[in-house]
């Protein structure tokens, strides 16, 4: 990949890679645009193929903030981070800490959080050596995992693109299909349950799947063979590019909607969704709930007013449908709209000179 290349083309300000051998850190920081403040995005820790899958998911990811911090209505600019290797097995204390001192070093222009393979206990430690990390313990004043308040945006933007498909939000009896059933998905299957829906899960962990099937009466089925089963509708919430040239024509749902990040492969992927007749919901407006959360700390953190701020979810995919409709595109472009027209315009009131500019977030 020729990197300078790609940042260009796609407006990326800032690339860091970190390194410290004796802790085994290798982690990459992609501060993507901070039009709107400083960029805040999680730290995913996966054990990627090679060097170049790390920065191509980082990249990836760290455009998505952008358009996320900006389609919720958040002054945040876009970034994120990830680390190279297995959290399972290869994180330590040390390799935390360093990377903290390197957000640190940043002064601002990053702020972390968690994502997938890291924790509100590894946010603590990274705390340790940099003031600009979310997300961490209830104990230090913060708002901990995000993942439930994720679930719980999901969840409500669920309704809202049930409310758009099915004329109704109820999600009562609706077949849902979840893949992966991680840290967010377990929540969401939990409001989904209660509501009255039926779950059809699966997950490459087994014990994870268990889980779920015994606590939400969900019926598993083996990984490839989720985007074979009929039903409502179908949630990516694993990792990235599940709707891809191998599987659309394989999905059997009526509308996609779920937690994951960057669920479509390629841009066209939206656009054939849409030619199909299948409404999907933008990932990173439905999924916004987590950073809405962490994003309170940055004003001293009150459960009440984040919770009240993840209700908004609801509005914003009504929103974003909205577009969709009067412009006649579809939905994945509409959401973009949305998120561009914000940043240009908060770029163009920004526009004339001041003397001491005002910056609330520092
Ligand atoms: N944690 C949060 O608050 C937020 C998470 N997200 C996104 O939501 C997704 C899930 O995040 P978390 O629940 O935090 O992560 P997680 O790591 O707890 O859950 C992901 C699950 O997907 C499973 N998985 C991976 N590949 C799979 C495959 N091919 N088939 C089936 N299952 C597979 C994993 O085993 C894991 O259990 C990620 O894409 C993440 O970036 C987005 C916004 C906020
Ligand atoms: C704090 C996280 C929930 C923010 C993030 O990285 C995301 O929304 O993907």
Redesign the pocket.
């Known amino acids: 990949m020729e990197l300078f290349e790609q940042m260009a083309k796609e407006n990326y300000e800032q690339v860091i890679f970190c390194q410290e051998k004796t802790a085994g850190l290798k982690a990459i920081i992609a501060i993507h645009d901070t039009t709107l403040g400083p960029a ?3 730290t995913r820790m996966w054990n990627y193929e090679n060097e170049e899958q790390a920065l191509i998911d980082v990249l990836r ?1 760290a455009k ?2 952008t358009y ?1 911090n900006a389609a919720a209505g958040l002054n945040l600019g876009g970034g ?1 981070a990830v680390i190279i290797g297995d959290s399972r097995h290869d994180k330590n204390e040390a390799m935390l800490r360093a990377f903290g001192r390197y957000i640190q070093g940043l002064n601002g222009r990053y702020i972390t ?3 997938v393979g890291t924790s509100e206990m590894d946010m603590d430690t990274i705390h340790l050596e940099t003031e600009y990390v ?2 961490r313990s209830p104990a230090t004043g913060a708002g901990g995992n ?1 993942s439930p308040v ?1 679930a719980y945006g999901v969840y409500v933007g669920m309704k809202a693109t049930a409310k758009e498909a099915f004329g109704s939000d109820s999600l009562a009896g609706k077949t849902i299909v979840v893949q992966g059933v991680g840290n967010v998905a377990y929540h969401l299957c939990e409001f989904l349950y209660k509501e009255g829906a039926k779950l059809v899960v699966t997950d490459i962990h087994k014990p994870l799947v268990d889980r779920v099937v015994d606590a939400f009466e969900a019926k598993a089925v083996e990984p490839d063979a989720i985007y074979d089963v009929e039903c409502d509708i179908f949630a990516p919430c694993a990792l990235g590019a599940t709707i891809n040239d191998e599987t659309i024509d394989r999905i059997q749902a009526p509308v996609i909607a779920g937690a994951a ?1 960057n669920q479509l492969k390629n841009p066209y992927h939206g656009d054939l969704l849409h030619n199909k007749g299948i409404l999907y919901a933008p990932d990173y407006v439905i ?2 709930g ?2 809405i ?2 994003a309170d700390e940055l004003q001293g953190y009150n459960q009440k007013r984040a919770m009240k701020s993840v209700e908004n979810v609801f509005e914003q995919m009504t929103k974003v449908y909205e577009i969709a409709r009067r412009d006649e595109i579809p939905s994945y472009q509409a959401a973009n709209r949305l998120a561009e027209e914000r940043i240009a315009s908060v770029k163009a009131a920004r526009k004339p000179y001041v003397r001491n500019t005002k910056n609330v977030l520092g």
């Open positions: 805040l995005g999680g990811l998505g903030m996320k994120k959080a968690e994502d979310t997300g995000p994720t990040n999924n916004a987590g950073v959360n962490v």
